[in-house]
């Protein structure tokens, strides 16, 4: 899958009710949940433009990998905490 396109993955499960509510629940920082969304968003801007453009600069490709490795690290986490297999 695209990393643009998991990220919109992420973004749903982040900010579907279930969720919501399991932060509540926890007694969790709900206003954390604002937080990622936005920093989300940014990434998809950031991977979005990548994805239109060759990368030369290996640093940035490696930073580029890393964010993407990073979001979908992230999926796989609300993956577990849905399950139940997290914590």
Known sequence: ?????????VLDK???NEFLDMFRR????VSLLGKMKMTLLSD???L??????PIINP???EWLNELTQAVFDADDLLD???RGTWM
Do not use: F, H, T
């Not at 899958?1 to 993955?9: D, G, H, N, R």
């Open 59 to 61: 640093a940035v490709k």
């Open 44 to 46: 998809q801007a950031v």
């Open 80 to 82: 577990e905490i849905n």
């Open 26 to 29: 926890r007694k969790l920082n």
């Open 14 to 16: 982040i900010i579907s």
């Open 48 to 53: 979005n433009d990548a994805e239109e453009k």
């Open 1 to 9: 899958m695209c990393p643009a396109v998991i990220v919109v993955v």
